[in-house]
């Protein structure tokens, strides 16, 4: 049975720091890419981050660069977003997808408000 579990959300004051991780099973982690979206109210899903099945290649969000890092531990089957200098406009359930071929798995989510 597949499965991704996020952790790690909550209430945050602006400028502080989150780390979210994603824990999968049910299938062979390692060779999926894995991304990190998030939704706010009343807006599309949209992509925050993405990392390759090696680690070695990530790519960001403008919204998030330089404040958001994507990294994955393939021994651990886990996939982290470390989100430092939090704005309330990072508000948003942020979800996991693991996709590789035709494959694509969602997590959950796990709700990260910014607020004061």
């Known amino acids: 049975q597949v499965q991704l579990v996020e952790s790690g959300g909550g209430l945050v004051q602006p400028g502080g720091s989150l780390r979210l991780s994603c824990a999968a099973s049910?299938?062979?982690?390692?060779?999926?890419?894995m991304s990190w979206y998030r939704q706010a109210p009343g807006k599309e899903r949209e992509l925050v981050a993405t990392i390759t099945r090696t680690g070695g290649s990530t790519n960001y969000a403008s919204s998030v660069k330089g404040r958001f890092t994507i990294s994955r531990d393939n021994g651990k089957s886990t996939v982290y977003l470390q989100m430092n200098s939090l704005e309330p406009e990072d508000t948003a359930v942020y979800y996991c997808?693991?996709?590789?071929?035709?494959?694509?798995?969602w997590g959950q989510g796990t709700q990260v408000t910014v607020s004061s």
């Open positions: 997808r693991a996709q590789w071929a035709g494959n694509t798995y």
């Open positions: 049910g299938f062979t982690f390692s060779i999926y890419a």
